[in-house]
């Protein structure tokens, strides 16, 4: 389990979850800025990104905002899962292109 805090020393995300996906974290990063919006990008390389959801960073073209939402409040399901879905999501529709 690991915390993380913003400038103020405050906890945004408590990270509980073990990722369930095979993938290493330069893949990752690699999937992020090939798919990325232009906005998505700005505002995680330039503002942290550590409480954003994949929505905001991909765009809702490719995650669907509402059912992100229903699973985060729904489901219960962390920040780490919500992620590795959404990496793994994209990293299967380049696969089968």
Known sequence: MSNVYDMDGKKKVIITENPS???????????IIENATEEGCHKIFCNGGVDMC?????????????????????ESIGCTKCWTNAVEKIREEKKSK
């Open 54 to 74: 994949p929505s905001d960073v991909f765009g809702t073209e490719k995650i669907d905002k509402k059912q992100e939402e229903d699973i985060c409040n729904y």
């Open 21 to 31: 996906i095979n993938i290493t974290y330069k893949e990752i990063m690699k999937i």
